[in-house]
């Protein structure tokens, strides 16, 4: 199959050659400018963009479209959110992708799925890695303060994921690709608008014996080469959606969104005592129903009902067969988990210039795990509330003010039959400014106290006997502060540059307790500031082309009292992203993508030394044809020039992956 992949690229390649250099100036066109996949189920936002109700912004939101995860050919969610100005992604242990926003790392993330809180209850994180991008018409980044419309726990930005609608009375699209290592994938949506009524049905399939590492790789004792070790993956995704509008301002709808995953997760490369661990079961099913309800035209009541399952179980096995389970260090854990939630926004323009928004949410989160096989199960069950309060004030046509707070509850309920804490209560006031300089510039202006309540894992889990619970743990705090402009420029072109900064206290670190037994703990010692500036470029100028361009500076610095340095890990200084649409003719275009990372810090476990991970630079590239007014095939490669890089030290990650992709839509 590789000599067939590379033939076909090797063809389309040459083909885009040829007739780039045919295409004289009479047949050379502007590209015109794409309005996207316009599908989006408003719905499922929280704070909606481009409608009446939009909340003035004042601090950076991103978008990442249907169109732009098809043209960067990402399958997953944490790949899509790579594309965005501030975002970089590592890949730990676990074989998950982690996401990280102006240095905050995922566990300080809320993600979304239409405006649904999504995250294991344990330990507060979703693998993103494992959210396909089939069925969704739109990723939200918003960073800084976001709205409190959102709830708690939304300390270092938030993610909402959001899906299909549709406008036809029957329409579809599919997605059927391959690449090396025999890996395929699929995906297939299915809608139809009738009268009052809509409904949509998701599909999509992932499989693959594993990731092929560079050429250049040199063997250890856990990894010769080729093929990654343990790096297979089996998926199945599907969703099911069925809407009514029974008249105007009024929408309601009913959902059901599940991912089956198992996979393996490659042993470190160097280590003496590697790990052979795999998720031999990955469960997610989100269950909601929400809805919009014009009370008056100047009264909205928007609810959402909702419940969020969570089912894996992680094996570690005796050798690299995978097989056996007889020795000491050896287990079967398993976590059967759910939230149940209910949350509620009116908003009201009752008074002149003004958009007043008061929300309410309540999640329940329930924790259920078992070491291993016949061990006690045991229960851990935690409320959390928020009541929030937003007021969006036009002080001129050009001025606008945005006004928030909210008091947040962290209520735990049981905790195995243990002694309970006491609840922690948060206060969170933010304030922002927006200015329309001019017709085509906006300037911004935020600040805002954002906090995040302990998980249960960091509360109370015993990692297997590796860590000492810390039932009194309170919540982390940060004061986030951002400036930024927007401006348009003739060509379809606009460019933004923003600095923020951000103070941390009382974060959440694992510490080493007892170093005869290796056991940590973990404790609110840590402070640390983030500061840095995000520079972004977007253009049709030039003829033929639409360009992307943006760049991100980063000075993470740990500033705890007991810090063995002022590193911090996984949080690159730098980060350059370019990309650019080569429309050649109507049927013939080309796309490629540069993405550079500067080196990142790491704690050698070991040692406790500082170490380096280098930097790297990685280019994806791909051909489109255009076969018919509704069908594309596209071939290419991701890391064309075959560069070996890590996320985490003792993990590298995938070489040059040749693939060939057919798309459609009816």
């Given at each position: 199959m590789l000599m067939l992949l590379k033939k076909i690229v090797l063809v389309l390649t040459l083909t885009f050659i040829v007739h780039t250099g045919m295409a004289s100036a009479q047949d050379i066109q502007n590209i015109p400018e794409s309005d996207g996949d316009k599908r989006i189920f408003y719905l499922g936002e929280i704070v909606v963009e481009g409608k009446a109700e939009t909340i003035t912004k004042v601090a950076t939101v991103d978008s990442v479209d249907k169109e732009k995860i098809e043209l960067t050919t990402s399958l997953n969610v944490s790949d899509a959110l790579n594309?965005?100005?501030?975002?970089?992604?590592?890949?730990?242990?676990?074989?998950?992708?982690?996401?990280?926003?102006?240095?905050?790392?995922?566990?300080?993330?809320?993600?979304?799925?239409?405006?649904?809180?999504?995250?294991?209850?344990?330990?507060?994180?979703?693998?993103?890695?494992?959210?396909?991008?089939?069925?969704?018409?739109?990723?939200?980044?918003?960073?800084?303060?976001?709205?409190?419309?959102?709830?708690?726990?939304?300390?270092?930005?938030?993610?909402?994921?959001?899906?299909?609608?549709?406008?036809?009375?029957?329409?579809?699209?599919?997605?059927?690709?391959?690449?090396e290592h025999n890996m395929w994938n699929a995906n297939v949506n299915l809608g139809s608008m009738v009268d009052k009524f809509y409904v949509t049905m998701n599909g999509g399939y992932l499989d693959s014996e594993g990731f092929g590492l560079p050429k250049n790789f040199d063997s250890t004792v856990n990894e010769d080469g080729g093929k990654r070790e343990n790096s297979d993956v089996e998926q199945k995704s599907g969703a099911f959606k069925i809407g009514f509008i029974p008249s105007e301002g009024h929408e309601y709808a009913f959902g059901v969104n599940f991912v089956n995953s198992k996979w393996g997760l490659p042993p470190h490369t160097t280590d003496d005592s590697p790990r052979y661990w795999r998720f031999t079961d990955w469960k997610k099913t989100t269950y909601y129903?929400?809805?919009?309800?014009?009370?008056?035209?100047?009264?909205?009541?928007?609810?959402?009902?909702?419940?969020?399952?969570?089912?894996?179980?992680?094996?570690?096995?005796?050798?690299?067969?995978?097989?056996?389970?007889?020795?000491?260090?050896?287990?079967?854990?398993?976590?059967?988990?759910?939230?149940?939630?209910?949350?509620?926004?009116?908003?009201?323009?009752?008074?002149?210039?003004?958009?007043?928004?008061?929300?309410?949410?309540?999640?329940?989160?329930?924790?259920?795990?078992?070491?291993?096989?016949?061990?006690?199960?045991?229960?851990?069950?935690?409320?959390?509330?928020?009541?929030?309060?937003?007021?969006?004030?036009?002080?001129?046509?050009?001025?606008?003010?945005l006004l928030g707070a909210s008091y947040d509850i962290h209520d735990p309920r049981y905790a195995n039959g243990e002694a309970l804490r006491d609840d922690e209560h948060a206060f969170n006031p933010q304030a922002g400014i927006s200015w329309d300089a001019a017709e085509d510039m906006t300037l911004h202006f935020s600040v805002g106290r954002k906090t995040r309540f302990p998980t249960m894992l960091e509360l109370y889990s015993g990692l297997l006997g590796r860590n000492l619970p810390n039932p009194d743990l309170k919540e982390e705090k940060a004061v986030n502060y951002e400036i930024g402009i927007d401006k348009y420029l003739p060509g379809n072109t606009n460019i933004g540059f923003t600095l923020f900064y951000s103070d941390i206290d009382d974060l959440i670190v694992k510490k080493r307790v007892d170093p005869k037994t290796k056991t940590d703990q973990y404790q609110n010692i840590g402070e640390a500031r983030y500061k840095g500036l995000e520079f972004t470029f977007k253009s049709g100028y030039f003829r033929q082309h639409n360009a992307e361009l943006h760049y991100t500076f980063l000075e993470a610095e740990d500033r705890s009292s007991d810090r063995t340095s002022n590193h911090l890990e996984e949080r690159p200084k730098h980060k350059l992203y370019i990309s650019d649409l080569f429309k050649i003719y109507d049927w013939l275009s080309f796309f490629a993508k540069l993405e550079w990372n500067s080196k990142r810090y790491y704690e050698d476990s070991d040692t406790s030394q500082w170490l380096t991970l280098g930097g790297f630079t990685t280019v994806d590239a791909k051909v489109i044809g255009k076969l018919t007014e509704f069908m594309n095939i596209e071939a290419g490669a991701k890391n064309i020039f075959d560069k070996e890089y890590e996320f985490a030290s003792g993990y590298p990650r995938e070489g040059r992956t040749f693939f060939v992709q057919l798309q459609g839509k009816f």
């Open positions: 594309t965005a100005p501030g975002v970089t992604i590592s890949v730990g242990t676990k074989n998950e992708k982690n996401i990280n926003i102006r240095g905050f790392s995922q566990r300080y993330i809320s993600v979304f799925y239409d405006g649904i809180p999504i995250s294991i209850p344990n330990d507060g994180y979703v693998d993103t890695g494992k959210l396909p991008t089939g069925n969704i018409s739109k990723i939200t980044i918003t960073k800084g303060i976001s709205s409190v419309l959102y709830g708690p726990n939304t300390m270092g930005g938030v993610v909402n994921i959001v899906s299909i609608k549709p406008e036809n009375t029957f329409e579809g699209d599919f997605k059927v690709g391959i690449s129903l929400i809805g919009d309800t014009e009370i008056t035209n100047k009264l909205l009541l928007k609810t959402r009902f909702f419940r969020d399952e969570y089912y894996n179980v992680l094996d570690s096995y005796d050798n690299t067969t995978y097989t056996t389970q007889d020795e000491k260090s050896s287990w079967h854990s398993t976590y059967d988990d759910y939230s149940n939630g209910i949350s509620a926004v009116i908003r009201t323009d009752y008074l002149k210039k003004n958009t007043i928004s008061f929300s309410f949410h309540f999640k329940e989160d329930i924790h259920k795990e078992q070491d291993d096989y016949g061990s006690t199960w045991e229960r851990y069950e935690t409320d959390t509330y928020s009541y929030g309060i937003e007021d969006d004030i036009k002080l001129t046509e050009s001025i606008s003010v």
